[in-house]
């Protein structure tokens, strides 16, 4: 059968080179004298179409998989087998890579590759010998893998929109395997640890209001110092500085972010104490093993949390009349008359709000910035109680580490 995920087929035999900026340049890409290459990653098919002379594209390949109903019936011992990831998104992503270290721990004799990593390539650098595909997969290189397991059949995936998933758990369900611990070697948390908040996520649904994370580092400073981090490559991160500065007292860092994955993690793992919101950084916590406070919103902490207990979560608390936190949503939805929001912001039921709306920068930066959601608004309005839980779990995790 032909996978789910689909992917873009183009045909070339000049030589050429690729990577970004996300990924360790040792990772980079290169033709290897093969005629056709799959791809799905944006970045790169966007500089293909714009090559001089153009290249030709042809959109909907795909790979011949193993069914979902064979994943926990097979025996992989000694075989070639690469996983197809739908997509990069770090938090997914992570949940992938605990799943590998359970899969290689099981069959240590087959061999692992995965397919379209893009940004989450420093991640599954992490687990030694994984080869890595992290923009395209070649016509020669394709012959080599044989079981071929496409990651969109995965369920829950296709839903993650409205419905977030432990994309560990499912897989380890799916393929019947327990989990391995997660703990990393080689990263040792300095002497002096300091405090970091990472307020940004990829939707404002669970975005930390400027106002919000302003008072959560004025309360963690008085504790040791105190790094606001953002994120690198989020359009919004300039606009959310320029407003949460004139809020710090003096001493709190702001650092404007990391381009690759590998330095966020590092960064992570260096942290005495984090509060994160519902992000790509809250799973990558898990790695490290790194304690703090992870604020959810529209979604709930049981399944984005998984197994894992090194943050403590804090839920808003919102109730209004048309839906209460958390109702299950991770992006904002789009209604018939083109209106943007969530239940509570445009005052519908989830069955009148059919669409995912395309990016729109001013949009994200007004719900982040000026108007958020109802249960976003709500952690402002309950700035106070939330510094004073996160500082009673600081001093709790010092008493009793």
């Not at 045909?11 to 900026?21: A, H, K, S, V």
């Not at 008072?215 to 606001?228: D, F, I, N, S, Y």
Request: aromatic content about 8%; charged content about 20%.
């Amino acid at each position: 059968m032909i996978g789910p995920t689909a992917f873009t087929r183009f045909r070339t035999r000049l030589p050429f080179e690729f990577g970004l900026p996300t990924f360790d340049g040792r990772f980079r890409q290169a033709s290897d004298g093969g005629a056709y290459y799959l791809c799905r990653n944006d970045t790169l098919l966007a500089s293909l179409r714009q090559a001089t002379p153009p290249m030709r594209l042809s959109e909907g390949g795909g790979f011949s998989c193993l069914p979902r109903r064979l994943w926990g019936g097979t025996e992989f011992a000694g075989r070639r087998v690469l996983f197809v990831l739908p997509s990069s998104a770090i938090g997914d992503c992570v949940g992938v890579h605990l799943f590998l270290k359970s899969f290689r721990t099981r069959w240590p004799t087959a061999e692992v590759a995965v397919l379209n990593s893009g940004a989450a390539t420093d991640l599954f650098a992490l687990e030694p010998a994984v080869t890595l595909f992290p923009l395209f997969l070649s016509e020669t290189q394709h012959k080599r893998w044989r079981t071929v397991v496409d990651l969109g059949e995965m369920e829950g995936w296709g839903g993650i929109a409205t419905s977030p998933i432990d994309a560990e758990t499912v897989l380890l369900d799916a393929f019947g395997l327990s989990p391995c611990p997660a703990e990393l070697a080689g990263r040792p948390v300095p002497a002096e640890p300091r405090s970091a908040i990472l307020p940004l996520a990829s939707s404002p649904l669970r975005s930390l209001p400027p106002r919000l994370t302003a008072a959560l580092a004025r309360a963690l400073a008085a504790k040791g110092p105190v790094t606001v981090l953002l994120n690198g490559w989020q359009g919004l991160s300039r606009a959310y500085e320029a407003a949460l500065r004139p809020l710090l007292s003096e001493g709190i860092t702001v650092n404007g972010g990391f381009r690759a994955t590998g330095q966020l993690m590092d960064f992570i793992a260096g942290c005495g104490y984090v509060v994160v919101a519902d992000s790509g950084p809250a799973h990558l916590t898990k790695l490290a093993g790194t304690p703090g406070t992870a604020i959810y919103t529209s979604a709930g902490h049981q399944v984005l949390q998984g197994r894992f207990r090194n943050l403590t979560p804090w839920q808003s608390r919102f109730a209004g009349p048309h839906c209460t936190a958390p109702c299950g949503l991770a992006k904002l939805r789009r209604a018939a008359d083109g209106r943007v929001g969530c239940m509570g912001s445009l005052g519908l039921p989830l069955e009148e709000l059919p669409g995912l709306p395309g990016e729109d920068a001013a949009l994200a930066a007004r719900l982040v910035l000026e108007t958020p959601v109802p249960c976003v608004a709500a952690l402002t309005d309950a700035a106070d109680a939330v510094a004073a839980f996160i500082i009673e779990d600081v001093e709790r995790r010092r008493n009793d580490p």
